[in-house]
Nanobody, 123 residues
Framework: QVQVVESGGGLVQAGGSLRLSCAASGRSTSRCSMGWFRQALGKERDFVAAIIWSGGSVQADSVKGRFTISRDNAKNTVYLQMNSLKPEDTDVYYC?????????????????WGQGTQVNVSS
C-alpha cells in the first residue's frame, strides 16, 4: 500500500521561508515522479513542482527562482524549499506520487495523494 504524508507547513511572514517534507512508503521515490500541488478553498488544485522519475525537476512559472524541489532517496522523502514567500502562496500544499513513464505535469497521472499541509503567509 502506498502512502504519502506531508509535513512542515505553518505560518510565516512575507519574505520568509519554509521547507515542506513528503515521506513516501510503498513506492520508492527513486522510481517514480513526486509532485507538489497547492489548492485554495473553492479553487482548482494547481501544479507547483515535480521531481521526475528519469531525473530533473520542473516548477510552475509562479514559483520559479523561489521554490526548489529535491529528494533524499535514502529516506524516501521529497522536499519543497520555499523562499521569498508571498501572501499569494497561502494554500494547502499536497504531495503526490505518479508512476514511472507518466507525465508529471498532469495532475490526473498522480495516483496517491497526501492529506495536505497548510501554509499561511502573512503580509
Amino acid at each position: 500500500q502506498v502512502q504519502v504524508v506531508e509535513s512542515g507547513g505553518g505560518l510565516v511572514q512575507a519574505g520568509g521561508s519554509l521547507r515542506l517534507s513528503c515521506a513516501a512508503s510503498g513506492r520508492s521515490t527513486s522510481r517514480c515522479s513526486m509532485g507538489w500541488f497547492r489548492q485554495a478553498l473553492g479553487k482548482e488544485r494547481d501544479f507547483v513542482a515535480a521531481i521526475i522519475w528519469s531525473g530533473g525537476s520542473v516548477q510552475a512559472d509562479s514559483v520559479k527562482g523561489r521554490f526548489t524541489i529535491s529528494r533524499d532517496n535514502a529516506k524516501n522523502t521529497v522536499y519543497l524549499q520555499m523562499n521569498s514567500l508571498k501572501p499569494e502562496d497561502t494554500d494547502v500544499y499536497y504531495c503526490a506520487t505518479a508512476p514511472r513513464r507518466s507525465d508529471p505535469l498532469k495532475k490526473e497521472n498522480y495516483d496517491y495523494w497526501g492529506q495536505g499541509t497548510q501554509v499561511n503567509v502573512s503580509s
